[in-house]
């Protein structure tokens, strides 16, 4: 994976943490407006996760960065996005988009950040698509802060 340098968050927890990697995936984008898009097609996906947070877990870790990879690696790597539950073909706002996969990779982060003692904040997800285009996505925290 090339080194990348990423949008930061502003923020003021102690410690932040960003995890690389990579997977491959088809989807299509249900929608006349997508064009080629709306055919099945397939991209090697990079993405880089961001979580901030105070404490640390009893492993002096505010998570294991094998976790996050396992989260997102082993439930979307060589499938088609969209069978997956978190995607849904009859909902825009839920087509397999890059848009809408890095928030849903935020949310997957998130829902497990949630139920650690430390409970840290998934912050950012930037996504790559293809060499030339990525998204980045970055929850709204209560209030509008992070």
Do not use: W
Not at 29 to 48: D, F, I, L
Not at 119 to 133: A, D, G, M, N, W
């Amino acid at each position: 994976m090339l080194q990348q340098i990423y949008p930061a968050v502003a923020h003021s927890y102690s410690y932040e943490l960003n995890k690389d990697f990579q997977f491959a995936a088809a989807h299509y984008v249900p929608a006349e407006q997508a064009g080629k898009c709306r055919r099945v097609h397939g991209h090697t996906y990079y993405a880089n996760v961001t979580v901030a947070g105070d404490k640390l877990d009893d492993s002096g870790f505010l998570v294991n960065f094998a976790i996050i990879k396992e989260l997102i690696h082993n439930r979307f790597d060589h499938t088609l996005l969209n069978e997956d539950d978190s995607f849904d073909d009859s909902q825009p706002d839920r087509f397999p988009t890059t848009e809408v996969v890095a928030r849903t990779i935020c949310e997957l982060v998130q829902q497990y950040l949630d139920g650690t003692a430390n409970r840290p904040k998934c912050l950012q997800v930037f996504l790559r698509e293809t060499p030339t285009s990525y998204c980045l996505y970055r929850p709204k925290r209560e209030g509008g802060q992070l």
